[in-house]
């Protein structure tokens, strides 16, 4: 028996659906035609930097007013040979290790600090986002006046309270200076990821507290029970979005130690500045943009699937 | 009538605006980097006003400068055609090699010649420039550095200091400095020219000029233990507490303040330190000036070399005119005006007859510097060396590696460099 739907049935919906999705050739052509601006700005400001970064990979470019001689490989020999990359990709792991346990921690602690608060919570959330609002280069001038070893506050302070034998060269000492350079950065940054595990926590359901709480769970037992589980899917935003904003690290190295001393806190994305721009060294850089963008990508691809392995 | 005369007017006028907007130019400059300075910008607002007097229809615009070529900021601003049209910047034949190999300036050469460039600066200046790239020169030089120790004179006089004629006479002194509570001497390695400045005044102190001249010519080894000598005793100090270690963490204002606060009783600069002094309401006066002792005879004498330099960036829109700029810059009227000034801060590239320099300070650093500089190697050095050689004196400063290992590494990077 034929069913024949009327002009409201499901056949009709599913045939407007299909109009839309799939449309007409005319329907089609002028969606592309409406997408052009967008794929000729992604085109000009994507896809042909990311073309010209691969074709200087092969040159022995030294700029844009002199003629780049095709060196094949040859730059990425150097690459491989030079011992300060090694040691800024070493950095660079190291960086987005700090970054992800101070700035994604503080960010986690703060948020369950203030989640439980009262009407003192707006206060004390834009209070912890205002370092997110100062631009990193300010950050870096700060940071550094605070770590300077004479008259910073740190090390004054210490003094101050009678422990003087605890003052430290925060940016001179070469296995602090990642470290110090690192709570800068991570001081700006941990805004963001607090406000994300604060819209985490209000998605948790308070029944599950509740249920906890009739069961008799302390609140101990309640964070690692309720509360992280029920954070899982924004954890991994932040820890992708840690290792994205890490990888970025610059600014504030850049302003408070330029990769110093005697390249203790370089890192890939500072030496990569330093052979574009000081050196005007463009092929050995262009290497090191394409290994920053694989290593972005290989990181963020494993962390990805690594979660959704544990979450099935 | 009047309908006619208020149309011919108007169409005067359109037309004298017109005429006017064909020729009218704006001159965009990096000028000096303290030109936020209310003395500097007054006088430098001044030279404008007279050049553009002298100019009809030209404006010239100061860009403030964000940078030098040491940190990328020259490169990155000619890069962007939307920079200066001539730039004054820290210069010496390692900084202007990058921008030079990157064909970022125009030369200059032939100007020398036909502009009379070459009659305006001292004549070793000009032999010495015509040097440096097979005879292309690619700046014009704007001032000479002399860098030498800075002391506080009333600190000195309190403790009965005076500055000694030989180096273990200033290691005495180094530690009475020490065992009187006052760092012997402030550095801020974190701005890498800082770092260079102390440390090419004790190579010239260990190894005299004409050592110091073969190996940046390469004539010699920066490994060869006569040359090796200045970053071992850089390092002798730290080890020694004369210089504190903790102090590879301070940029150059940091380093300073020490030095301002006489916590810190030494401090190698060269006149450009008056701007830092006066900036931070330092009273000029109780500054002296000396040059870092050697134990070599006739060796006790500041280093220096071309500290600032004018370029025309291939990229600038107005090359007629920033050559123009230059020519009155070199001019006696400018020149002159410009060492008198209270906001003077360095020594000219060619004698000023009668004009006194205004600070006392200047008066003993332009007497130590009569008798010729020795060299500072950072200006020296060639562009892709020059970051590697910051970078060991930061590691020896911050005692990680000693003088010689510093020194091998320095001339593997020397060795690799065209």
């Known amino acids: 028996m034929q069913t024949i739907a009327g002009p409201t049935g499901p056949l009709a919906r599913a045939a407007k659906v299909k109009t839309r999705m799939g449309g007409s050739t005319g329907e089609t052509g002028s969606a592309l035609w409406l997408m052009v601006p967008a794929l000729a700005i992604y085109a000009v400001f994507t896809l042909f930097p990311v073309a010209v970064t691969f074709w200087l990979s092969f040159t022995n470019s030294a700029g844009f007013n002199t003629p780049a001689e095709f060196t094949g490989l040859d730059n990425y020999a150097r690459a491989v040979h030079d011992p300060i990359v090694w040691q800024a990709l070493g950095h660079t792991f190291l960086w987005l290790l700090y970054h992800l346990v101070l700035a994604g921690g503080l960010g986690l602690a703060l948020a369950l600090a203030i989640g439980s608060l009262g009407k003192t919570r707006t206060f004390f959330r834009t209070a912890f986002f205002l370092p997110h609002l100062v631009s990193l280069a300010v950050v870096g001038v700060i940071w550094a006046n605070i770590y300077d070893p004479f008259f910073g506050l740190i090390n004054t302070g210490l003094i101050g309270l009678g422990l003087g034998n605890w003052t430290q060269g925060w940016l001179s000492d070469p296995s602090l200076v990642l470290f110090s350079v690192n709570v800068a950065s991570s001081w700006q940054g941990f805004g963001i990821y607090m406000l994300l595990f604060i819209a985490g926590l209000q998605n948790i359901d308070s029944s599950l507290y509740d249920a906890a709480s009739v069961d008799g769970a302390t609140p101990f037992q309640k964070l690692v029970h309720v509360t992280l589980p029920g954070l899982r899917e924004v954890m991994t935003f932040v820890v992708s979005l840690a290792l994205i904003n890490g990888l970025k690290g610059f600014a504030t190295v850049f302003v408070m130690t330029n990769g110093g001393p005697f390249y203790r806190s370089e890192l890939i994305t500072t030496y990569i500045y330093r052979l574009a721009f000081q050196s005007q060294d463009h092929g050995l850089a262009a290497v090191l943009c394409i290994v920053l963008s694989l290593l972005a990508i290989t990181i963020t691809v494993v962390f990805t699937r690594w979660r959704a392995r544990l979450a099935q | ?418």
């Open chain 2, 1 to 418: 009538m009047f309908k006619f005369l208020v149309r011919g007017a108007a169409i005067a006028a359109l037309l004298a605006a017109s005429g006017y907007a064909a020729t009218a130019e704006t001159l965009r400059m990096w000028g000096p980097e303290q030109i936020t300075e209310p003395l500097v910008a007054e006088l430098w607002n001044g030279i404008k006003s007279d050049f553009e007097a002298a100019n009809p229809g030209v404006t010239v615009e100061f860009m403030p400068p964000t940078g030098t070529i040491s940190n990328g900021a020259v490169q990155a601003a000619i890069q962007s055609d939307a920079g200066p049209d001539v730039i004054l910047t820290n210069s010496g034949i390692g900084r202007i090699t990058v921008v030079k190999n990157a064909k970022q300036v125009v030369p200059l050469t032939k100007y020398y010649e036909e502009r009379g460039w070459k009659n305006q600066i001292y004549p070793w200046l000009y032999a010495d420039l015509q040097g440096q790239f097979g005879g292309e020169i690619y700046e014009v030089p704007d001032g000479l550095d002399a860098l030498g120790i800075w002391y506080h004179k009333d600190l000195f006089a309190e403790h009965g200091w005076s500055m000694p004629k030989d180096w273990t006479e200033f290691l005495a002194l180094m530690k009475a400095m020490k065992q009187a509570g006052v760092q012997p001497i402030a550095i801020g390695p974190r701005t890498p020219a800082s770092a260079g400045h102390l440390f090419g005044n004790l190579l010239q102190s260990a190894s005299g000029t004409d050592m110091v001249r073969k190996a940046l010519k390469r004539e010699i080894a920066f490994d060869d233990p006569a040359i090796a000598a200045g970053a071992v005793r850089l390092r002798e100090l730290v080890d020694a507490g004369y210089i504190d270690k903790q102090m590879a963490g301070l940029d150059l204002e940091g380093a300073s303040r020490l030095w301002f606060s006489k916590r810190a009783a030494m401090f190698v600069a060269g006149p450009w330190f008056t701007a830092n002094a006066r900036k931070a309401g330092y009273d000029l006066a109780n500054a002296g000036y000396a040059p870092m002792p050697s134990d070599l005879p006739g060796e006790t004498k500041p280093t220096g070399g071309v500290g600032w330099s004018w370029l025309v960036p291939v990229s600038s829109k107005q090359p007629e005119l920033a050559l123009k700029w230059i020519d009155f810059v070199l001019s006696d009227a400018v020149m002159k005006k410009r060492a008198q000034n209270a906001a003077s801060t360095m020594i000219y590239p060619r004698a000023l007859d009668g004009v006194e320099p205004s600070t006392p300070v200047l008066k003993e650093i332009f007497a130590a510097a009569a008798g010729g500089v020795g060299y500072n190697p950072s200006v020296y050095l060639p562009g892709p060396v020059v970051d590697i050689y910051f970078q060991v004196l930061q590691g020896v400063i911050s005692a990680q590696i000693n003088g010689e290992e510093g020194m091998k590494q320095i001339q593997a990077k020397l060795a690799e460099a065209k």
